[in-house]
Every structure is written in C-alpha cells, then in structure tokens.
C-alpha cells in the first residue's frame, strides 16, 4: 500500500472547489489552479501549481473519490489532514515504474497526488515544482 505524505504550503490553505488543469504537451509542463486561502485572511483567492516535467497524468472527476484513493493508498494520513484538499507525495512508489519515462534516471521523478472535493489527479513529474497566487 502506498504512503502518502501532506506537502504544506506554509501560508497557504487549499480549499480545492475550484480545480483547473492545464497540461501542455509541447512544454511537458502542468499548472493545476486550485481555490485557497492564506493565513490571517478571508478572501478566496487562486493558486497555481506548476509542474515544470511531467512524464504523466491521469485525473478523474468523481464525488466517490475516496473510495478509488483507498484501493491504492494507505489512508492514515487523511486522520491527522482531516481530508484536506492539496497536494500530497507518494512516498514509497517503486522507482522501476518510473524507467520507462526516464532510463537514465536524470528528471528526479516522484508521483504525487492532488486532491480537490470532487476529484483527485496523479502525476508522476519531476520533484521541483512551485505554487504561485494567481
């Protein structure tokens, strides 16, 4: 079963109502804007995470979408982020699946997870990746 880790933004809480994405083949890159708030304010605002090298994406539309998370994560994490929408690490993913985007090992790949209220995205891409206020 795979861990899943929560990455925090520090300042910034994501709500996830608001789920955009916005991948571009030519550039391999993938913006995901998601509704948010930041510390000590009230004001919805958006946010842009930008995933400079995907290898791949698959995202999903579905309000049972805990129910598919938890056929191929391990859910414990979910008790202490009390199902807090953002992006999460996969963090004991077999590297071996990652050879045929990148045999010579050089992108730093890792999967993630993005989790909206009614939908959720995996992505394996590179480690290095920013999230900017729109």
Request: hydrophobic fraction near 40%; charge should be negative; proline fraction near 1%.
């Amino acid at each position: 079963m795979n861990k899943l880790s929560f990455l925090s933004f520090e300042h910034i809480y994501l709500i996830g109502s608001i789920f955009e994405l916005n991948l571009i083949q030519d550039d391999e890159s993938l913006t995901i804007i998601m509704d948010g708030e930041e510390n000590e304010s009230e004001d919805l605002v958006f946010f842009k995470i930008n995933f400079n090298t995907v290898a791949t994406c698959y995202y999903e539309v579905n309000e049972m979408w805990p129910e598919e998370i938890e056929k191929k994560y391990d859910m414990s994490i979910f008790e202490t982020t009390n199902w807090q929408a953002g992006v999460y690490k996969v963090e004991n993913t077999d590297k071996e699946d990652f050879k045929r985007f990148d045999p010579l090992g050089r992108l730093n790949l890792n999967k993630f997870l993005i989790i909206s209220q009614n939908c959720f995205c995996e992505i394996i891409a590179s480690s290095e990746f920013n999230i900017e206020k729109k």
